[in-house]
């Protein structure tokens, strides 16, 4: 029963990775190993008490997954609202600069604080707009700014609780916490960019041509602005909301949502319907990235299987004998993170090391969600923002492989070791 579980879930995964070359959504073959998983492990055995284990497994593992699901939906949402509003515009239009190592900077800097702020995968996004707007005149140099917010969005969601799915899967599990996770990895993850930053801005000098100004809007100044204030406002709240209520996180990120809903349709109600249609947070509902989140469902639920079984406390066990060091299993698990998604190592991490054994703020949990959330910048498929700048701007996996991956593995080594010396001083 075991072996076929694990096949499943390695054939499933094996698609996932391949899902450029196949055109077949991650979506698909990951709910196919979700469910697949577990209904091999209702059928692999007979009478009510093996029907009931399983029951148990897995309802002990749907609040976890509901958690993560309905915080993603609500925060895809709100960054979506903001977006159909022209909020983001506000932001990019005070580059001015047409240096291209201040505009390399410029654009590091602002990926790394706006993915702690929204997410990686959402600012690699809004990032990668920019620069299509930014460079227009030269592809390459687009390409290597492109590869540089991918090491900086990454960079700057591993020291946020909603930064990156990793890191707030390792929240909502109470295995960090908010002030923890920022105070000890704001700086690894700083040196984590500005490493391979400063080797990347000596490959540029000059200038690039003039940008075109956008002039039209479907929104006012005072809406844009209100709207964005809002909604990043709405996004800090929830860890606060957190603390305060100890309620799970996706109840601040729904009271967030709600309040900028409702403020959404008080903004645009004297409006004709057509016009009030382009700004409707039902509009933003339609652009939320869906199969994300069933991508999400499957691989955690996937994951869970793999936990209830036991084949994830059998690799805990092979890493510890094999490996032995606490420090180079973390960093292992991190550079894999670039050859396989990060969502499943994280989630297998929290299954394999349980918080009796290491307790939230611990030094196991804080270093991964530095290493899960950074290493998967040395390959531009090991992340949700390298796959969503690689669908872009049509990087080229080998490409990236050449000219970015070691930059990036600098940048990992660099932070890693600047975390590691940090933390006797830190405690």
């Not at 707007?133 to 590869?147: C, E, H």
């Not at 930053?197 to 490959?203: F, G, P, R």
């Not at 602005?225 to 929830?238: A, N, S, T």
Request: charge should be neutral.
């Amino acid at each position: 029963m075991e072996f076929i579980i694990i096949t499943i879930f390695l054939i499933g995964y094996l698609l996932i990775t391949l899902e450029h070359p196949l055109k077949i959504d991650k979506a698909a073959p990951a709910l196919l190993l979700g469910v697949l998983t577990w209904a091999v492990f209702a059928l692999s055995g007979s009478g009510s008490e093996h029907y009931h284990h399983v029951i148990h497994e897995l309802e002990h593992h749907i609040p976890e997954i509901v958690n993560i699901l309905f915080f993603l939906l609500g925060a895809m949402t709100i960054v979506e609202l903001i977006d159909i509003h022209d909020g983001f515009h506000l932001i990019t239009s005070k580059i001015e600069t047409r240096n291209k190592r201040k505009l390399l900077w410029i654009v590091s800097i602002l990926s790394f604080f706006l993915s702690a702020t929204l997410d990686n995968l959402t600012t690699a996004i809004v990032m990668a707009s920019l620069l299509r707007k930014l460079i227009t005149d030269d592809k390459l140099s687009r390409l290597y700014f492109a590869s540089m917010v991918v090491i900086a969005a990454n960079a700057g969601g591993a020291w946020s609780p909603i930064g990156d799915v990793t890191t707030t899967m390792l929240w909502i599990g109470e295995c960090i916490s908010v002030t923890n996770i920022i105070l000890k990895l704001i700086i690894p993850s700083l040196v984590c960019m500005l490493v391979p930053l400063a080797i990347m801005s000596t490959y540029f000098k000059g200038d690039f041509s003039p940008m075109e100004v956008k002039t039209e809007f479907k929104t006012t100044p005072f809406e844009r602005m209100l709207i964005l204030c809002c909604g990043v406002g709405g996004l800090i709240f929830v860890p606060i909301f957190k603390t305060v209520t100890h309620l799970p996180p996706f109840m601040g990120m729904f009271l967030s949502l709600g309040f900028l809903w409702a403020l959404s349709e008080i903004l645009h109600n004297r409006k004709t319907y057509a016009e009030r249609k382009q700004f409707s947070p039902l509009k933003a509902l339609t652009k939320v990235d869906m199969a994300s989140i069933l991508f999400f469902f499957g691989i955690l639920a996937g994951v869970g299987c793999l936990s209830s079984i036991g084949t994830l406390g059998y690799v805990a066990t092979f890493l510890n004998d094999t490996l032995g060091n606490m420090d180079v299993i973390v960093m292992v698990i991190g550079v894999l993170s670039s050859i396989v998604d990060n969502v499943p190592l994280v989630a297998a991490s929290m299954k394999m090391y349980s918080l009796e054994q290491y307790p939230m703020d611990s030094k196991l949990w804080v270093f991964l969600a530095y290493c899960a959330g950074t290493g998967g910048s040395m390959l531009i498929i090991g992340s949700a923002a390298g796959v969503a700048i690689m669908g872009i701007e049509k990087i080229e996996f080998f490409w990236y492989l050449k000219k970015i991956a070691w930059l990036a593995l600098i940048g990992y080594i660099a932070g890693a070791a600047t975390y590691l010396l940090m933390y006797p001083l830190m405690g």
